[in-house]
T-cell receptor, first 114, second 112 residues
Framework: KQEVTQIPAALSVPEGENLVLNCSFT??????LQWFRQDPGKGLTSLLL?????REQTSGRLNASLDKSSGRSTLYIAASQPGDSATYLC?????????????FGSGTRLQVQP | SAVISQKPSRDICQRGTSLTIQCQVD?????MFWYRQQPGQSLTLIAT?????????ESGFVIDKFPISRPNLTFSTLTVSNMSPEDSSIYLC?????????FGPGTRLTVT
């Protein structure tokens, strides 16, 4: 059974810092990995999608990497801003097309202090 | 990217009643997914809804408790039946477009 772990569970940094969020998964048979952002009490916003054959994806100040063989992904946020404060979730999609569910990590709650 | 809307955005319901949540997508999609996020927890898939067929439920979820309708390729409803306080959660509708998963804004349900 796939398990997804995110470290740290919570993080507080001053504005302007670069930071790294970690995601690890136990079953490397994944189709892709997706990073989401969730604001309190709200839905999920897709940030980056990395296919299993890719090593990284970039969007603006965000960069996500994937090392499928070691079961790890990182989300790098450059020059953090107070507006980045949210919970960040990673989710993996299984390679097995008969399985529909994404497996989510429990999230990293990020607070960026002005 | 798919744009998903949900109604209601939040509700407070009494124990024993039922609530129907609506999900509307701005494009035609084959599969629509319903997820639950209990307080302080991550997301769990309830069921997958295909147009024209019965929904497929994940382990631990049953049709009598969470009946789903999928009348066309842009719309679905999830009903939470005979509610108890344990059903207090955020319920999220989701679709997959190409390889990417998109989520609606969620329905925050509180059962008293």
């Amino acid at each position: 059974k796939q398990e997804v772990t995110q470290i740290p569970a919570a993080l507080s940094v001053p504005e302007g810092e670069n930071l790294v969020l970690n995601c690890s998964f136990t079953d490397s048979a994944i189709y892709n990995l997706q990073w989401f952002r969730q604001d309190p009490g709200k839905g999920l916003t897709s940030l980056l999608l990395i296919q299993s054959s890719q090593r990284e994806q970039t969007s603006g100040r965000l960069n996500a990497s994937l090392d499928k063989s070691s079961g790890r992904s990182t989300l790098y946020i450059a020059a953090s801003q107070p507006g980045d404060s949210a919970t960040y979730l990673c989710a993996v999609r299984p390679q097995d097309t008969g399985r529909r569910a994404l497996t989510f990590g429990s999230g990293t709650r990020l607070q960026v202090q002005p | 990217s798919a744009v998903i809307s949900q109604k209601p955005s939040r509700d407070i319901c009494q124990r024993g009643t039922s609530l129907t949540i609506q999900c509307q997508v701005d494009s035609q999609v084959t599969m629509m997914f319903w997820y639950r996020q209990q307080p302080g927890q991550s997301l769990t898939l309830i069921a997958t809804a295909n147009q024209g067929s019965e929904a497929t439920y994940e382990s631990g979820f049953v049709i009598d408790k969470f009946p789903i309708s999928r009348p066309n390729l842009t719309f679905s409803t999830l009903t939470v039946s005979n509610m108890s306080p344990e059903d207090s959660s955020i319920y999220l509708c989701s679709v997959r477009e190409l390889a990417e998963q998109y989520f609606g804004p969620g329905t925050r349900l509180t059962v008293t």
